[in-house]
C-alpha cells in the first residue's frame, strides 16, 4: 500500500510539473510541489480508514483525484499569476480531471497485465473511479473557482 502511495505522489508531483510547464514560463513554486505531493500520498492511503473498501475508493478517487487534479490546476494558476475565468478555470479544470483521471486507469489496466497486483475490485470498477474522479473535479472546480480573484 505505502509504495503504491509513493509512487501515486511521483505521479501527481510529475503531472504538476507537466501542467505547471505547459502552461507557464514562470518558476515552479516548491512549497506548492511539496503540497501536491503530500496531498497524494495522504489521498492514496485513504481508502485504508474505510471499513467499506468500495466507499473508501470511491473517495480515494473524488478526493485523490478528481479534486486534487482540479487543486494543482489551481495552484499552477495561483502562483503563475495567470488572468483566468471562474467558468474557464471550471471548465478546463473538469476537462484535465477527466482526461487524467482515463490516462491513470490505463495505467491500472496495464499494471494489471504486467503485474500480478489486483486493480480492480468488482466488474465495474473502471467506470465508478471514472464517475467518482468526475464528480470530485466538480467539486473542486465549484469550490476552488470561489477563491479566484477574478
Given amino acids: 500500500m505505502w509504495i503504491f502511495s509513493f509512487l501515486t505522489a511521483l505521479l501527481f508531483s510529475i503531472t504538476y510539473i507537466a501542467i505547471f510547464k505547459f502552461i507557464t514560463t514562470e518558476k515552479i513554486n516548491l512549497k506548492y510541489l511539496f503540497l501536491v505531493a503530500v496531498l497524494s500520498f495522504s489521498f492514496s492511503t485513504i481508502s485504508i480508514f474505510f471499513t467499506e473498501l468500495e466507499f473508501g475508493n470511491r473517495i480515494q478517487h473524488a478526493v485523490g483525484g478528481g479534486f486534487l487534479v ?12 495567470l488572468d483566468i475565468t471562474k467558468v474557464q478555470f471550471f471548465l478546463f479544470g473538469v476537462m484535465l480531471a477527466t482526461t487524467l483521471g482515463v490516462f491513470y486507469e ?22 465508478l473511479d471514472l464517475l467518482s474522479n468526475t464528480a470530485g473535479a466538480f467539486i473542486g472546480g465549484a469550490v476552488l473557482s470561489l477563491f479566484l480573484k477574478k
Fill in 70 to 81: 482540479v487543486l494543482m490546476l489551481f495552484l499552477v494558476v495561483r502562483n503563475a499569476k
Fill in 106 to 127: 490505463l495505467l491500472e489496466m496495464l499494471g494489471e497485465f504486467s503485474t500480478n497486483i489486483v486493480f480492480q475490485t468488482g466488474i465495474y470498477d473502471t467506470w
